[in-house]
């Protein structure tokens, strides 16, 4: 059994997860793995499930609010969402 880091849950399905800078954590869900790993997008304040977008640091959930979290940062995002591809 494990005890999730999230919820404090003890349940015998529970799984490790282990990050780069070599923490563990244990999980009962993915759920509760988001909750505690996520990036949070810095301006919806979403949690960031795909790639998201990087720019200097700072994290978003996507081009969109990337362009709309800072006008500097926007200028520096190629994003070809929505543009026909021929």
Known sequence: M???????????MAFEVKTVSGDVHTFDSF???ITKLAPVCEHCKCRILGHG??????FFCC???AHSGDAD???Q???AVGAHPG
């Not at 977008?53 to 700072?58: F, K, P, T, Y």
């Open 73 to 75: 940062l926007g200028s």
């Open 63 to 65: 081009a969109h609010c």
């Open 2 to 12: 494990g005890t999730c880091d999230t919820c404090g849950n003890d349940y015998w």
């Open 53 to 58: 977008v990087e720019v200097e640091g700072r």
């Open 31 to 33: 759920e509760c793995a």
């Open 77 to 79: 995002i190629k994003d």
